[in-house]
């Protein structure tokens, strides 16, 4: 079992450069650029923070469901190693969306929960890869381990299209579409500003997950090199 390790360098160098000044341009865009929302007012701005967490949480559990697919295809340790990560990111940006959409929630409905469509799906989906990451914790072969895994990725994976499309599915009229109303995704809309600040914070998130992923990963290798090598000694005294 051979482990590539790749220590910091340019490329968690330019993420962290970016990710400092980007998340200070964030704070200013959503809290003083942006207007605010007249119906909601300030409590719209947690919007920004859900849609980014949401956005980011599909995104963990797509590459999830690709490093289950490739290891179902040939399991190794870099590809385990990657979708563990990437699941734990996942599940933590899932809870951010769904806490964040309870507060939205309490301010625009009057309740902390409602059994919407798409407050289920992803309730769902968060049962999913916690189940998955349950399942990398079990005893046994790494090999073993990681196919049985990559089926609860693939299948949670499967479940992130139904997740954003319920509320255009089922045309609920709680959960709001960002771009766009009802199923022909005509009408609605966001002011200029907005618009721009939602994407900012896409983006500025994005690279948050990309930095965690690398740096998660390189922690993880380094564990299972250590891991290895005690057993090496273990096994030489032993012998």
Known sequence: MMIKINNSGPIDRVLFYILVPAFLI????IFV?????????????????????????FLAFCVVGFYSVLTLIKPKMERFIYAGISAEIG???TTLALLTG???GRASWNTWWT?????????????IYVAYLFVRKMEGSWE????LSSVFGIIGVINVPIVFMATRWWNTKLHPVVFGEGKDQTGG????????????????ITVLYVFLLRKGAQIEKMREVIKKAKTNIINKIAS
């Open 33 to 57: 650029w942006s207007p605010v929302e007249k119906v909601m007012g300030d409590v719209q701005k947690i919007f920004y923070f859900h849609v980014g967490s949401a956005w980011v949480a």
């Open 115 to 127: 059994w919407e469509p798409r407050l289920i799906t992803t309730l769902i989906l968060w049962f």
């Open 189 to 204: 809309g966001m002011e200029p500003e907005m618009l721009a600040t939602m994407f900012f914070s896409i983006f500025t």
């Open 26 to 29: 964030n704070l200013y865009l």
């Open 144 to 147: 073993k381990i990681a196919k």
């Open 91 to 93: 599940v933590l940006f």
């Open 102 to 104: 309870m507060i939205w």
